[in-house]
Nanobody, 124 residues
Framework: QVQLVESGGGSVQAGGSLRLSCAAS????????MGWFRQTPGKEREFVAA????????YYADSAKGRFGISRDSAKSTVYLEMNSLKPEDTAAYYC?????????????????WGQGTQVTVSS
């Protein structure tokens, strides 16, 4: 098993930036593909970005392409989501997720392990 703890959320004005972090403990992080999802009340969970176990492949939702960057630091057992040019529609709770399968995260909108979430609020 792996435990995931997100941090770095907060409030920012439109056009600003935030970096979310996801610290993992338990099994070695390199055993898992990692991803970020987001959700607003009353809406379906939405895939944002994913990174393969090696870090060699990344995947993004169309809404994130060109603005967000996912990365991982195996030495620190941490995954990051760098978010730039933020828009009010990016406001959501952001969740870190892990799965042995990158396909499960990037295509099936699902994962095996989830963090508790961190809130991002973007004001206009």
């Amino acid at each position: 098993q792996v435990q995931l703890v997100e941090s770095g959320g907060g409030s920012v004005q439109a056009g600003g930036s935030l970096r979310l972090s996801c610290a993992a403990s338990g099994r070695t992080l390199s055993s898992y593909a990692m991803g970020w999802f987001r959700q607003t009340p009353g809406k379906e969970r939405e895939f944002v970005a994913a990174i393969s176990r090696s870090g060699g492949s990344t995947y993004y939702a169309d809404s994130a392409k060109g603005r967000f960057g996912i990365s991982r630091d195996s030495a620190k057992s941490t995954v990051y989501l760098e978010m730039n040019s933020l828009k009010p529609e990016d406001t959501a709770a952001y969740y870190c997720a892990a799965s042995p399968s990158i396909t499960k995260i990037s295509t099936l909108n699902n994962a095996d392990y989830w963090g508790q979430g961190t809130q991002v609020t973007v004001s206009s």
